[in-house]
């Protein structure tokens, strides 16, 4: 397992927060993390609302040991609390997802989604400024036309860098319930936000109409059994796409095959051992989140306890499954009463699709090695990450005498969560979401 130090002396906090202040409130709380196609960005989105860019810095030849840092590049609002009065319900701005798409010319394209409507923003930067209008002063107001009395050529001035965020695209009214996912089509013309019971396909053009290409409602909504949990495109193949639910079940879809993929193509699922049978069976079989590796032939899945990698050749079993915390089997009870076992924890994979890296409490995060089969759980907290110093693996000790450096399960703090992390498409850099801090950490630096 790649040994991993703490690069940045930067944990992020949004900009309205004191940084001597220990305290955060829930806008503040970070909910999605994401690298854009070269990882020269990574964006993060609140509770707020708020969408926060950082950009890494480029090497120097004084500081070469520079390179890496993230600074932040641009902060803007991108959804704010609505009221739905024809539903007497309130919308959260909360950031669910941002999903990049890959650069085109000089300005970046990003979609993020709270639980109703995906909104495109585009981020460009501005350095000039237009000088010498006819009809308008320096000032922006119009000027008297009797007192133009020639013709002048405006010009483009230098000006301080300004990063401007604007939104282009709104597609809203097309989820009656709480969105879940997004998804840019390997084409970069369509893409797709996922519901609890159905999946809509957009064309980036059209806002007002959308194509249902999954629909799970029952006629009679005493009837459900599953709502869908995640979703995600193939890399590589625009018709393809993959939706996980509730009973911990991974459904292939083919869009050629039909208009509506009600009928999926492979059914992923793995038989349950009925000797580990229990009341929250069912709960923790759940899927969180589900994700395609890089090369398209492998898809992940992450559930409460475990992580697992299904071959797409291969439906009836995961080839590898890997244990995030089982020491808290024990727990499941006081985790039911404190709601903790309906969190939701992301997995993501290395460039290489050779590791894979999911969260747990008390700011811990594991890393699987799925060559060498070893596993290291790490801890993101402001005590233990000085800028450079080499992130120490910790254990938990889960009955009789506990060691020096091994942390008691009964101790773990539950309020500590890692929801959210993000793995650099090609460099060993990951970023983690931890409540309303963002650490990064890169590769031992020689």
């Known amino acids: ?24 409130t829930e806008a503040d709380i970070i909910s999605t993390v994401e690298f854009n196609h070269t990882g020269e960005l990574l964006a993060t989105g609140d509770k707020g609302g708020r969408v926060v860019i950082f950009q890494r810095e480029q090497e120097s030849k004084n500081q070469p040991h520079r390179r890496g840092e993230y600074n932040v590049y641009s902060t803007f609002q991108s959804h704010e609390p609505e009221f739905d009065y024809l539903k007497s319900l309130e919308i959260e701005e909360k950031i669910n997802k941002i999903r990049w798409l890959p650069q085109q010319n000089a300005a970046y394209f990003l979609l993020s989604t709270n639980d109703k409507t995906v909104k495109l923003w585009k ?25 133009i009395t020639m013709l002048r050529v405006p010009v483009l001035r230098p000006m301080d860098l300004m990063v401007e965020a604007t939104p282009r695209r709104v597609f809203a009214n097309a989820h009656t319930y709480h969105i879940n996912s997004i998804s840019v089509n390997s084409d970069y013309e369509t893409y797709m936000s996922a519901d609890d019971l159905r999946i809509n396909l957009w064309n980036f053009e059209i806002t007002n109409q959308s194509f249902n290409i999954v629909d799970i409602k029952p006629a009679n909504m005493e009837e459900l059994t599953e709502v869908i949990t995640a979703a995600e495109f193939h890399p590589h193949h625009c018709n393809t796409f993959v939706y996980s639910s509730s009973k911990g079940t991974i459904r292939l879809c083919d ?9 999926h193509s492979k059914f992923f699922e793995e038989p349950e051992d009925p000797s580990n049978r229990s009341f929250f ?49 024990s727990k499941l009870c006081s985790l039911y009463e404190n709601d903790c076992i309906f969190d939701k924890f992301e997995c993501v994979w290395n460039g290489s699709d050779s590791v894979i890296m999911t969260g747990s409490y008390n700011n811990f995060f594991r890393m699987f090695d799925r060559n060498t089969k070893r596993d290291v759980t790490l801890e ?9 110093a080499i992130l120490k693996p910790r254990k938990v000790c889960v009955g009789g005498k506990r060691r020096k450096d091994e942390i008691s399960v009964d101790s773990l703090d539950f309020s500590k969560k890692i929801l959210h992390t993000a793995w650099h498409p090609s460099e060993n850099i990951i970023a983690v979401a931890a409540t309303n801090n963002l650490y990064i950490f890169q590769d031992k630096v020689n």
């Not at 050629?256 to 009928?263: K, P």
């Not at 993101?380 to 450079?388: D, G, T, V, Y």
């Open 380 to 388: 993101a907290s402001r005590e233990n990450s000085k800028p450079r």
């Open 255 to 263: 869009m050629r095959a039909a208009a509506l993929c009600d009928r």
């Open 281 to 329: 069976s069912e709960i923790i079989s759940s899927i969180s989140d589900v994700k395609f590796s890089h090369s398209g032939r492998y898809i992940m899945t992450r559930d409460y306890l475990t992580v697992k990698v299904w071959d797409l050749n291969m439906e009836n079993r995961p080839i590898e499954t890997y244990q995030v915390h089982d020491y808290l089997r």
């Open 1 to 24: 397992m790649k040994c991993f130090s703490r690069y940045l002396p930067y944990i992020f906090r949004p900009p309205n927060t004191v940084l001597a202040c220990s305290c955060h």
């Open 123 to 147: 981020v460009s930067e501005r350095d000039k400024r237009p000088e010498g209008y006819n009809l308008k002063d320096e000032d922006g107001r119009l000027r008297d036309p009797s007192m």
